[in-house]
């Protein structure tokens, strides 16, 4: 099994220095992810001043603000098998089969995670590890499964 990044959710243009956005310390996916919460909390004016606020509330489980950030996969060698009929089945998880068994996936954030805790499988640790490159704040806590299943 082979999964690529093809793209994610990118900011254009770019937010000025001063807008809210830009004042967050993070990738400009996990600054998109920290404004949807702190407009939630009604706490913007603290944008950018916590660098674990992200994981704290995914740690609570508020997972709506994750759900911002999308990612296309392009998945190769991977038969229908139960992992994938599993992240097919995900809401708002689109697919294509180019056959072959090969498949596109369009994402947001949370469905990573919840793939990642209803299959642990090989390409739910896979899609982790490459949405992580983009917004590390949102699978902080996922990083010594990654180890495990690097070592195994």
């Known amino acids: 099994?082979?999964?690529?990044?093809?793209?994610?959710?990118?900011?254009?243009?770019?937010?000025?220095?001063?807008?809210?956005?830009s004042?967050?310390?993070?990738t400009p996916q996990e600054n998109l992810i920290e404004y949807a919460g702190r407009v939630c909390y009604r706490s913007d004016a603290l944008m950018?001043?916590?660098p674990t606020f992200i994981a704290a509330r995914v740690r609570e489980g508020h997972e709506d603000i994750i759900?911002?950030?999308?990612?296309?996969?392009?998945?190769?060698?991977?038969?229908?098998?139960?992992?994938?009929?599993?992240?097919?089945?995900?809401?708002t998880v689109q697919y294509t089969d180019l056959g072959d068994d090969?498949?596109?996936?369009?994402?947001?954030a949370r469905n990573i995670r919840d793939f990642w805790?209803?299959?642990?499988?090989?390409?739910?640790?896979?899609?982790?590890r490459l949405a992580a490159a983009v917004v590390p704040a949102v699978?902080?806590?996922a990083n010594t499964s990654f180890q495990e299943a690097a070592s195994a």
Do not use: C, I
Request: glycine share 4%.
């Open 23 to 26: 004042l967050g310390a993070g």
């Open 117 to 128: 805790v209803k299959s642990n499988s090989q390409l739910a640790h896979e899609l982790m």
């Open 48 to 50: 950018g001043r916590s």
């Open 102 to 108: 090969v498949w596109v996936f369009s994402m947001n």
């Open 67 to 91: 759900e911002h950030v999308r990612f296309v996969f392009r998945v190769e060698r991977a038969p229908l098998d139960r992992a994938l009929l599993t992240l097919a089945s995900q809401p």
């Open 1 to 21: 099994m082979k999964a690529t990044l093809l793209a994610h959710t990118q900011m254009t243009p770019v937010p000025a220095e001063d807008a809210p956005l």
């Open 139 to 141: 699978f902080a806590d």
